[in-house]
Nanobody
Framework: QVQLAESGGGLVQAGGSLRLSCAAS????????MAWFRQAPGKEREFVAR????????NYADFVKGRFTISKDTAKRTMYLQMNNLEPEDTAVYYC??????????WGQGTQVTVSS
């Protein structure tokens, strides 16, 4: 099993920045990828960014537009999402996602990000 603990959410004004963290614990020796998703009120959960653990390849949703950067600290088994130039439309609960080899998938509890105009 894998446990995911997100942190770093909060309230920020438009144009501001936040850095989200997701720490993985438990069975983490066969991690395949980690990702961020988000869900705004009344909307479906949507993909934000993904990082492949073995080679650091990344993939971003189009709406990121170069504002967000996903990264990791391998030794700490922690993934980050640096979010700059935040917009009110970025307001959502942000969820950490992890895939292990063998298609095992895990989700964190989510962290709230609120961007005021």
């Amino acid at each position: 099993q894998v446990q995911l603990a997100e942190s770093g959410g909060g309230l920020v004004q438009a144009g501001g920045s936040l850095r989200l963290s997701c720490a993985a614990s438990g069975r983490t020796f066969d991690m395949y990828s980690m990702a961020w998703f988000r869900q705004a009120p009344g909307k479906e959960r949507e993909f934000v960014a993904r990082l492949w653990w073995s080679n650091d390849d990344t993939n971003y949703a189009d709406f990121v537009k170069g504002r967000f950067t996903i990264s990791k600290d391998t030794a700490k088994r922690t993934m980050y999402l640096q979010m700059n130039n935040l917009e009110p439309e970025d307001t959502a609960v942000y969820y950490c996602n992890l895939f292990r080899y063998g298609a095992y998938e895990y989700w964190g509890q989510g962290t709230q990000v609120t961007v005021s105009s």
